[in-house]
Nanobody, 124 residues
Framework: QVQLVESGGGLVQTGGSLRLSCAVS????????MSWFRQVPGRDRDFVAG????????YYTDSVQGRFTISRDNAKNLVFLQMSTLKPEDTAVYYC?????????????????WGQGTQVTVSS
């Protein structure tokens, strides 16, 4: 059974930092590209950051470039999202996702597996 379990969300003030973790089980990590998406109520799920199979290349949406860093530890089956200089507009449920295919890394439909999400709230 494949499981992606996010943790590390919470309430933080503007300018603060959080580190999200995604614990992965049931798949061979280095066969999957991994990403973080986020969603607010009433809106589509949006790409935040992605990382290739071995962690050599990272991809970010423009609004988080320079503030967020995605990383992975295949030996420990973990994916991380370090978030700094947080803004109220970063408030969302953050989801970890895994894809074994070669679809566009920023597209929701490219992903095979999803976590249940973790809430991040940034107060102004």
């Amino acid at each position: 059974q494949v499981q992606l379990v996010e943790s590390g969300g919470g309430l933080v003030q503007t300018g603060g930092s959080l580190r999200l973790s995604c614990a992965v089980s049931g798949i061979i990590m280095d066969k999957y590209r991994m990403s973080w998406f986020r969603q607010v109520p009433g809106r589509d799920r949006d790409f935040v950051a992605g990382i290739d199979w071995r962690g050599r290349f990272q991809y970010y949406t423009d609004s988080v470039q320079g503030r967020f860093t995605i990383s992975r530890d295949n030996a420990k089956n973990l994916v991380f999202l370090q978030m700094s200089t947080l803004k109220p507009e970063d408030t969302a449920v953050y989801y970890c996702a895994a894809t074994s295919g070669f679809g566009h890394i920023k597209t929701v439909s490219s992903y095979n597996y999803w976590g249940q999400g973790t809430q991040v709230t940034v107060s102004s």
